[in-house]
C-alpha cells in the first residue's frame, strides 16, 4: 500500500532535528521528540517503491529503493528511533537529541539508497552524527574516544569513496545493486572493506569497544542499534555470497565474545558482545542463500531490540550510582527493581530463551542453557575476579592514533617548519628579485616603448598640421587629384 503524500524519512529527521530548539523555547520537545519518530514508523509502510530520482552533475541519483530487504531495516530502525527517544525524554539538551536524529536520518538514508554517491552520503552523515553522542557525556575519556572514531570512520569513509570512484570508472554506473564475486575487482572490495569496518570486523573492530563504553547513557542506546546493523544491511544488499564475509563473520562470533567473557565494564562487555552477534549476520551475509540471508535479517532486527534494552538497564545503572564495572556493583536490585526486570529479559532475550525475540528451538534452548549451568558449575572455583590487562587490537587503534599524532606534530610539522624556511630564506629573496627585475622591465622597457610611440605620434601630427592652409579651394582639389590617382590605379592595374 503506497500513498503520494509522504516524507522521506531521513528528510522527517534532519528537520525534526532543525526544529527541536523552537518547540524546547515552547516547552514542546517532549512531545516533539515522541510525534516525529511515531510519524516516521507510520508512514513506512505507504512509501513507493521507487522515489527521489534526480540527476545531479551528470550522476543519476536515487534517494529512495523500497524492496522487502529494504523494509525489514526501516520497521526496525524507525521503531529504534521512536523508543531510543522515549528513553532519552529524560535529557534535556537538545544538541544530543538532534545529534541522535541526525544520526537515525543517515541510516535511513543509506537504507533507502538505490546509487552509491547516495550511500555515501548518508553513510558519512551517519559517522559525523554519531560521534557527537560520545561527545556530550563531556569526560576527557569521551572526548579522547571520539576524536579516536572520528579517525577510523573518516578513514573508512575514504576507502568507501575511492572503491566508489575506481567502480564508476570501470562500469560507468552508480546504481547499489548486488555484486558477484566472480566479477569483483579491486574497486568492489573496496567498497566493501568500507562497509566492514562499520560493522567492526576484525581486525579494523577496535572502535566500537572504545567508543560505545564512552557514549552518553542516551547515545550509546542509539549507537548499539544503527552503525553495525546499516553495515550489515549494506553488505546484504550488496556483498551476499562473499565467502570473505563467511568465515570473518565466523571469526567475529567467537573473537568478540571471547573479550567479553573477560570484560568488567558492564558497557564494554555489551560492545564487544556486539562484535560477536554481528559476527553471526555477516556470516549469513557471506553464505548468501535465501535462507541465511532471511536469518541475517531476523536476527538484526531482534539484536537491536534486546542489546538496546541491555544497554538501557546498565545505562540507567550507570546513571544512578555512576559506576559501570562489575566488580564495584551488587544488589542493586532492592534499589532498581525495574532496571533488574527489564535488563534479566534483555539477557534471556538475548540468550534465545523461549517466547522472547531471540528464541528458537525449546529444546536445543534447554540444552544449551543445561551445558552453561554444567560449565558454571564446574568452573565456578576458577571464576573469582581480578584485575588483569585485557590486550585486545585496540592497543595498536590506540597507539595509531598515537603514531598519527606523533606523526603530525615531528615529521610533518618538522617539514612545515622546514619549507617555511626555505621559503623565507630562498623563495622570499627569489620572489623580490623577481619583483625588481618586472619593475624595471615595466619602467625601462613598457614605459620606453609607449612614450616612444606617443612621441612619434606627436611629431607625425606636427607635420600633417604643415599641410593644413585652411582654404577650401586647395582641400577640394587635393581631394579630386587623390580621386584621379585612385581611378587610374583601380583601372590599369
Same mark, same amino acid.
Given at each position: 500500500?503506497?500513498?503520494?503524500?509522504?516524507?522521506?524519512?531521513?528528510?522527517?529527521?534532519?528537520?525534526?532535528?532543525?526544529?527541536?530548539?523552537?518547540?524546547?523555547?515552547?516547552? /514542546?520537545?517532549?512531545?516533539?521528540? +515522541? !510525534?516525529?519518530? *511515531?510519524?516516521?514508523? &507510520?508512514?513506512?509502510? $505507504? %512509501?513507493?517503491?521507487?522515489?527521489g530520482?534526480?540527476?545531479?552533475?551528470?550522476?543519476?541519483?536515487?534517494?529512495?529503493?523500497?524492496?522487502?530487504?529494504?523494509?525489514?531495516?526501516?520497521?526496525?530502525?524507525?521503531?529504534?528511533?521512536?523508543?531510543?527517544?522515549?528513553?532519552?525524554?529524560?535529557?534535556?539538551?537538545?544538541?544530543?537529541? /538532534?545529534?541522535?536524529?541526525?544520526? +537515525? !536520518?543517515?541510516? *535511513?538514508?543509506?537504507? &533507502?539508497?538505490?546509487? $552509491? %554517491?547516495?550511500?555515501?552520503?548518508?553513510?558519512?552523515?551517519?559517522?559525523?552524527?554519531?560521534?557527537?553522542?560520545v561527545?556530550?557525556?563531556?569526560?576527557?575519556?569521551?572526548?579522547?574516544?571520539?576524536?579516536?572514531?572520528?579517525?577510523?570512520?573518516?578513514?573508512?569513509?575514504?576507502?568507501?569513496?575511492?572503491?566508489?570512484?575506481?567502480?564508476?570508472?570501470?562500469?560507468?554506473?552508480?546504481?547499489?545493486?548486488?555484486?558477484?564475486?566472480?566479477?569483483?575487482?579491486?574497486?568492489?572490495?573496496?567498497?566493501?572493506?568500507?562497509?566492514?569496518?562499520?560493522?567492526?570486523?576484525?581486525?579494523i573492530?577496535?572502535?566500537?569497544?572504545?567508543?560505545?563504553?564512552?557514549?552518553?547513557?542516551?547515545?550509546?542506546?542509539?549507537?548499539?542499534?544503527?552503525?553495525?546493523?546499516?553495515?550489515?544491511?549494506?553488505?546484504?544488499?550488496?556483498?551476499?555470497?562473499?565467502?570473505?564475509?563467511?568465515?570473518?563473520?565466523?571469526?567475529?562470533?567467537?573473537?568478540?565474545?571471547?573479550?567479553?567473557?573477560?570484560?568488567?565494564?558492564?558497557?564494554?562487555?555489551?560492545?564487544?558482545?556486539?562484535?560477536?552477534?554481528?559476527?553471526?549476520?555477516?556470516?549469513?551475509?557471506?553464505?548468501?542463500?535465501?535462507?541465511?540471508?532471511?536469518?541475517?535479517?531476523?536476527h538484526?532486527?531482534?539484536?537491536?531490540?534486546?542489546?538496546?534494552?541491555?544497554?538501557?538497564?546498565?545505562?540507567?545503572?550507570?546513571?544512578?550510582?555512576?559506576?559501570?564495572?562489575?566488580?564495584?556493583?551488587?544488589?542493586?536490585?532492592?534499589?532498581?527493581?525495574?532496571?533488574?526486570?527489564?535488563?534479566?529479559?534483555?539477557?534471556?532475550?538475548?540468550?534465545?530463551?523461549p517466547?522472547?525475540?531471540g528464541?528458537?528451538?525449546?529444546?536445543?534452548?534447554?540444552?544449551?542453557?543445561?551445558?552453561?549451568?554444567?560449565?558454571?558449575?564446574?568452573?565456578?572455583?576458577?571464576?573469582?575476579?581480578?584485575?588483569?590487562?585485557?590486550?585486545?587490537?585496540?592497543?595498536?587503534?590506540?597507539?595509531?592514533?598515537?603514531w598519527?599524532?606523533?606523526?603530525?606534530?615531528?615529521?610533518?610539522?618538522?617539514?612545515?617548519?622546514?619549507?617555511?624556511?626555505?621559503?623565507?630564506?630562498?623563495?622570499?629573496?627569489?620572489t623580490?628579485?623577481l619583483?625588481?627585475?618586472?619593475?624595471?622591465?615595466?619602467?625601462?622597457?613598457?614605459?620606453?616603448?609607449?612614450?616612444?610611440?606617443?612621441?612619434g605620434?606627436?611629431?607625425?601630427?606636427?607635420?600633417?598640421?604643415?599641410?593644413?592652409?585652411?582654404?577650401?579651394?586647395?582641400?577640394?582639389?587635393?581631394?579630386?587629384?587623390?580621386?584621379?590617382?585612385?581611378?587610374?590605379?583601380?583601372?590599369?592595374?
Amino acid at each position: 500500500m503506497t500513498s503520494s503524500i509522504f516524507m522521506h524519512p531521513a528528510v522527517l529527521f534532519i528537520v525534526g532535528a532543525m526544529l527541536l530548539p523552537l518547540f524546547k523555547k515552547y516547552n /514542546a520537545q517532549k512531545i516533539w521528540l +515522541v !510525534a516525529v519518530p *511515531l510519524l516516521a514508523f &507510520l508512514q513506512i509502510r $505507504y %512509501l513507493p517503491s521507487s522515489f527521489g530520482c534526480v540527476e545531479w552533475l551528470g550522476f543519476k541519483m536515487q534517494f529512495g529503493r523500497v524492496d522487502q530487504l529494504t523494509i525489514v531495516f526501516l520497521h526496525v530502525f524507525t521503531l529504534m528511533a521512536l523508543i531510543g527517544s522515549i528513553f532519552g525524554l529524560h535529557v534535556k539538551e537538545s544538541g544530543q537529541h /538532534a545529534s541522535a536524529w541526525l544520526y +537515525v !536520518a543517515g541510516s *535511513l538514508g543509506t537504507t &533507502l539508497a538505490g546509487d $552509491y %554517491l547516495v550511500v555515501f552520503i548518508f553513510w558519512e552523515l551517519m559517522a559525523f552524527a554519531s560521534v557527537f553522542l560520545v561527545w556530550y557525556r563531556k569526560q576527557k575519556r569521551s572526548i579522547e574516544a571520539g576524536y579516536r572514531y572520528l579517525l577510523v570512520h573518516t578513514t573508512g569513509g575514504l576507502i568507501l569513496l575511492g572503491g566508489i570512484f575506481l567502480h564508476y570508472q570501470r562500469v560507468h554506473d552508480l546504481s547499489f545493486v548486488a555484486i558477484s564475486p566472480d566479477t569483483a575487482t579491486l574497486a568492489e572490495y573496496l567498497i566493501m572493506v568500507g562497509f566492514m569496518l562499520n560493522a567492526a570486523v576484525p581486525p579494523i573492530h577496535a572502535w566500537l569497544p572504545d567508543a560505545y563504553p564512552e557514549a552518553t547513557v542516551t547515545g550509546a542506546v542509539f549507537m548499539c542499534a544503527f552503525t553495525t546493523k546499516t553495515a550489515v544491511y549494506v553488505l546484504a544488499r550488496g556483498f551476499a555470497g562473499f565467502e570473505a564475509l563467511a568465515i570473518l563473520g565466523a571469526i567475529m562470533t567467537l573473537y568478540g565474545v571471547f573479550y567479553a567473557v573477560i570484560e568488567n565494564d558492564a558497557r564494554r562487555i555489551l560492545a564487544y558482545h556486539i562484535v560477536s552477534q554481528v559476527g553471526y549476520m555477516v556470516c549469513g551475509v557471506g553464505i548468501g542463500t535465501h535462507m541465511a540471508i532471511n536469518g541475517a535479517c531476523a536476527h538484526a532486527y531482534a539484536h537491536i531490540l534486546y542489546k538496546a534494552l541491555l544497554f538501557m538497564g546498565i545505562g540507567s545503572v550507570l546513571e544512578m550510582t555512576g559506576r559501570s564495572k562489575l566488580s564495584e556493583l551488587g544488589g542493586l536490585y532492592k534499589y532498581m527493581p525495574f532496571t533488574m526486570l527489564f535488563t534479566v529479559i534483555g539477557g534471556i532475550s538475548i540468550s534465545g530463551f523461549p517466547l522472547t525475540s531471540g528464541s528458537y528451538h525449546l529444546a536445543e534452548t534447554f540444552h544449551l542453557l543445561g551445558f552453561t549451568a554444567l560449565g558454571f558449575y564446574l568452573m565456578v572455583k576458577y571464576l573469582t575476579p581480578h584485575d588483569v590487562s585485557n590486550l585486545d587490537l585496540d592497543w595498536f587503534y590506540r597507539r595509531g592514533a598515537g603514531w598519527f599524532m606523533w606523526t603530525a606534530r615531528n615529521p610533518v610539522s618538522a617539514s612545515n617548519e622546514w619549507i617555511s624556511n626555505v621559503y623565507k630564506n630562498v623563495g622570499l629573496r627569489f620572489t623580490m628579485a623577481l619583483a625588481r627585475a618586472l619593475s624595471w622591465f615595466d619602467w625601462e622597457g613598457i614605459d620606453w616603448a609607449l612614450d616612444g610611440s606617443a612621441r612619434g605620434v606627436v611629431k607625425g601630427g606636427e607635420q600633417v598640421r604643415q599641410f593644413q592652409t585652411g582654404k577650401l579651394q586647395q582641400y577640394i582639389g587635393g581631394a579630386v587629384a587623390a580621386l584621379f590617382i585612385i581611378l587610374i590605379v583601380v583601372v590599369f592595374i
